[in-house]
């Protein structure tokens, strides 16, 4: 079956250190795969968007990973801050009938 | 700009009532998209709607009508609400060519 995870238990990290989120997928081919953000009671925020042919992108303490061997995107954020603290979600828009396919996310947490 | 606005923020129905769920944005967008976010799951797939007039089913749209009158706007219906229907609805909205979604605050739907 086709599936996206993302890791449901939160990720507690220290304020300062580099937090690593893991998006893993099955059974697709895809177009690319986008990350957002998510703070409770609002809707999803648009962070990074990785093609399929690009391995790496970066945007200020964000960079994203993409490794299609693998079907796997990891999502740093460096130097993480508390305000970092939020869930993320991965989205992968599959190439055989372009539709956007989103993981459950995981929820970040930045200690002080 | 207001970017995407959702109302209502909160509803509570009973089994068997009726409701409107309103999309408005302000940034032009061609495509609209209504989602339901619940725990632990993706976000899944409603409606959407390329352009004005036109709408098409998404992975979960049993239960649901919808309609794109006008550009600006895209709304969802529940023409007789059940328990499962219990949700968050976000609506979405893409600008031609692009790829980045762009959310609504979210509609909290309790059905009893």
């Known amino acids: 079956s086709q599936k996206i995870e993302q890791n449901s238990e939160a990720l507690n990290i220290q304020e300062g250190k580099t937090a690593t989120l893991t998006c893993n997928y099955t059974?697709?081919?895809?177009?690319?795969l986008q990350w957002y953000r998510q703070d409770p009671g609002r809707g999803p925020v648009f962070l990074l968007l990785i093609r399929e042919n690009e391995k790496e992108k970066r945007k200020e303490r964000l960079k994203v990973t993409f490794d299609t061997t693998l079907k796997q995107s990891l999502f740093h954020i460096t130097a993480s801050q508390p305000a970092d603290s939020a869930t993320y979600l991965c989205?992968?828009?599959?190439?055989?009938?372009?539709?956007?396919?989103w993981g459950a996310g995981t929820k970040l947490i930045i200690k002080p | 700009n207001a970017g995407v606005t959702q109302t209502p923020k909160f509803r509570v129905l009973k089994t068997g009532q009726s409701m409107t769920l309103l999309c408005a944005q302000d940034?032009?967008?061609?495509?609209m998209y209504w989602y339901r976010q619940d725990p632990g799951m993706g976000l899944r797939l409603i409606h959407y709607?390329?352009?004005?007039?036109?709408?098409a089913k998404g992975e979960v749209p049993d239960g649901y009508n919808v309609s794109r009158l006008k550009k600006q706007n895209f709304l969802l219906g529940l023409e007789s609400a059940a328990p499962s229907q219990t949700s968050v609805y976000f609506c979405?909205?893409?600008?031609?060519?692009?790829?980045?979604?762009?959310f609504g605050p979210g509609t909290r739907l309790t059905v009893l």
């Open positions: 979405a909205s893409v600008g031609p060519g692009a790829d980045t979604q762009y």
């Open positions: 059974n697709y081919s895809p177009a690319y």
């Open positions: 709607s390329v352009g004005e007039g036109t709408t």
């Open positions: 989205a992968l828009l599959s190439a055989s009938n372009y539709q956007l396919i």
């Open positions: 940034m032009n967008h061609e495509y």
